[in-house]
């Protein structure tokens, strides 16, 4: 499992080309077996999630960071596709509007947090305010640290008012998103994912990389911990993904709401 190493404060840069994006820790081996657990293991996260929103003691953030085409939409619909739609919200953050860069960066984020009993995941996040403004110059070294030091804070408020916050760094392999973006050109059915803005991304591939070092090394807490998920296998991803995410539901204990007495013998005629 390529998890961080435990929390330390912060100073250390973590480098991703430390991390194997092609390595299949949670593989059994074979394709279809890897397939089947993954379904096997969504219609699990289905019950959990109904006794997750029927339990209403916990909220849970998933947070899905990664590169233009990670899979962060694939592990939306592979991970989380058999949920009901009641209590799972899935959020897509795009560049800012005019009104919300008029408040703070945290403040459109705090606004689509989950609530009690609501399973919210984010397809991108407030991440995107230290890599973006960072990779292009829009923030001095000076702010770029006390944004790292907003967003730890920010998710121990989350943690501490009873708000489970998983973190996955979707990471790919430069030669594995040439190979995306393609595929992306070449199947007019998926032309309409395809930016030329993707394209000019790509040319600051290390810069962005070097950025996500720094958020990692940085904002691996004990409240909030990171987990580098390798993803160029798009079915370990999703296996690796939902296989943490069972554990995590199965340890919190949930249990149905106490019924009122009063219907224990009570009869519909």
């Known amino acids: 499992m390529q998890r961080l190493q435990p929390w330390q404060p912060s100073g250390q ?3 991703l080309n430390d991390f194997d994006a092609g390595a299949k820790p949670f593989s059994m081996g074979d394709k279809a077996r890897d397939k089947a657990a ?6 699990e996260l289905d019950a959990l999630q109904n006794l997750f929103y029927a339990d209403k003691r916990y909220k849970l953030l998933v947070v899905l960071q990664g ?6 939409d694939g592990t939306i ?5 058999r949920m009901s739609a009641l209590g799972v919200h899935a959020v897509g953050w795009k560049a800012p509007t005019e009104t919300e860069r008029a408040h703070d960066y945290l ?12 399973v919210t995941v984010f397809n991108r996040s407030h991440y995107e305010d230290v890599l973006v403004p960072v990779v292009n110059g829009w923030i001095t070294p000076a702010q770029h640290r006390q944004r790292l030091a907003h967003i730890n804070d920010f998710e121990r408020m ?6 489970i916050v998983l973190k996955f760094l979707l990471h790919i392999g430069f030669d594995e998103q ?12 998926k032309h309409w994912k395809f930016s030329m803005g993707d394209v000019e991304v790509r040319k600051q591939w290390a810069e962005y990389q070097r950025a996500y070092g720094t958020l990692l090394a940085d904002t691996h807490t004990p409240w909030a911990p990171w987990t580098i998920v390798p993803a160029n296998s798009k079915t370990h991803r999703n296996l690796m993904i939902a296989t943490i995410l069972r554990e995590v539901l199965q340890t919190l204990d949930l249990r149905y709401p106490t019924g009122d007495p009063q219907l224990t013998h009570f009869t519909v005629e």
């Open 13 to 15: 840069n973590l480098s």
């Open 38 to 43: 993954v379904e096997e293991l969504a219609v």
């Open 67 to 72: 590169t233009d085409t990670s899979g962060k």
């Open 77 to 81: 619909r592979g991970v989380f596709g």
């Open 107 to 118: 403040w459109r984020i705090h606004q689509r947090v989950p609530q009690a009993g609501d």
């Open 158 to 163: 989350l943690s501490e008012t009873g708000t």
């Open 178 to 189: 040439r190979e995306r973006l393609q595929e992306r050109l070449d199947d007019p059915a």
